[in-house]
Every structure is written in C-alpha cells, then in structure tokens.
C-alpha cells in the first residue's frame, strides 16, 4: 500500500493536475555564424498549463539579442493565473548533467509585461439572431472597451456575416478610435438566410495573420450556428482549429442550435460560452475578460556572441490565482 502511494505522488509531480507556484516553458535558441541569431518555434518543454502565442529572436543592439515568447497564459479548465515574476536560466543542449543557471555576463535583462492586444469580433447577421442583436451588439461594444481598458496600443476589427457572400470586415482600429468602431457595430443592420460560420472565423484568421502586430491576438465569435454555407467546411474547419490564436465562442441558443459545432470553433470546451440570451453573458463577462487580457510577454536579453552549440533558455514564471 505504500509503495502504491509513493508511486502516486510521483506521477503527480511529474504530470500535476494543479497549477504550482512556479510554472515554465524551454526554448532552443542559438546564434550560429551561418544563420545568425534563432529560437525554435515550438517549445522543448513546458509545464502543462502554459499557453503561449508565439516566440521570437531579434538583435537590440549594444552586443545584445533580445528573446521573447508573446501572448503567455497560465490557466486550467476552470481558473485563470496572474505572472507575477518571471526568472531566466539556461544550460548547453547537449550537455544533459549541466544544471540550467542564471547567466550574469548581461545585467538588467530579464523583462515581464502585459502583452498588447489585437482582437477580432464576429458577429452572426443571420435571421435567426435578429431578436437577439440589441444585446449581442451590446456585449461585442463591452468587449471592446474591455481590450481598450487594457491595452492601450490595442487593435480590433470586426466582421460582420451571415452567408459565405456576405461577410464584410472593417479594418483594424487602434482602441483610441473605439467609439468609430462601437458606431459601425451599431450601424450595421444586413441580415441574411444562410450561415458561413466557419468561413467568416477563418477571414478573421487571416486578418490575423496579415496584421503586423507586437502582442497577443484573439478572435471572439458570437453565433447560433450552425455552418449552413461555408466551402470546403472540413478543411475549413481543420485551418482554424490549427491556428495558434486564443478563440473564444459564444453560442446563442436559437432554434437548431448545436452546441459542439461552436466548440469545434473555440480553443478549447472552457472557452465556448452557450447562453439562451445574450444577456445572460453577465454570468461569465468576468472569465471572459481575464481570457482575453491575462497575456504577457517574458522578454529576455543575452550576448549576441555567436555559439558552438546551442542554449536551453528557460522562463520561469511565479503566479496566483485571480481573484
């Protein structure tokens, strides 16, 4: 019996099912003579509730690479994290005994920040939604103050669809122009039978993707689905669920109504809302909003000496639940 507990505590060490007070996540980096200064795309290891967007290399001057990983979250099913203090070590790849260390050639590199945020709203402009779009215009302007609020460079479009002929997209303002966009929201008022879900969250996407933007991107969908219109809906499908951006799903329970075919949309089950009002979103406004602006980036200077072999830079985070 005890050795049966013994090995369960062990497992839980090594997979935890709980959020510690320091999480983490390891990238590549190296800066050969060849291709100069790169870090891996994907992690080489992290802690199970990190999420992160993206990471990147660049020389900052004054002998320095600056290496950041954008857009980091820390989060379980049911809770979000603050970062409140971020810790860098490194260590030789290919030297497995070597312990990671803090390295102390460069002074004042270690940086935590909140992550500027870019955001897509779309919204369902089919009829099933007309008696539901008072409110669900109103909840799509509350989450653009929400983003302005914390994001001062902060940028936001939105797209407006019903069929896969009539999705029709402004261009990103920044959150000081909010009320243009609030009016547009407001303005809008073409509705239409059919229903291009997936092909109107995959143009959000690609807004996404063509948007030159240093900080965390976002997408936030309100419909009552299903996909009625969309081409090729499996690929299309397939292209969104790839993408690396935090979708949040938010169902409008009208006649027909299928919930998984917006949690198929959203990053995750816990990121997919389904409300028989919009007005009921006042019960998970909160969450929704610590989704969209609990973001960070973990930035981190060394020496742009070039290199034999290449470094395991790890980020090392504290965090505490929010409240």
Known sequence: MLTIIVLGVTACQKNPFWVGDKEYVTFLYNNSESKGPTVSAVHDDKSPFIYYEGSSVEKVGNGRVQIKIAGVSVRTINKIFNVNKLEVKEKEDDYIRERFSEQTEVKDNVFLKKSELASVIIIDFTTSMKDEMLSTREYAKGF???IADSSANGMVAVIFFSGRNAISATPFYPTSDKEVLKKLIDDYNTYGEQTAVLAATYAGIRMLEDLSFDGSKSLILFSDGPDTDSDQPDSTLSKIQDS????????????GFKKWDLQDLATAKSSCYIVDKPSDLKDHQKEINK????KYDLIYERSDQTLNTARLIKFIIDTDKME
């Open 144 to 146: 653009i103050d929400q």
């Open 244 to 255: 690396n951006y935090d979708r949040i799903a938010i169902g409008i329970r009208t006649k």
């Open 291 to 294: 989704k969209l602006t609990a």
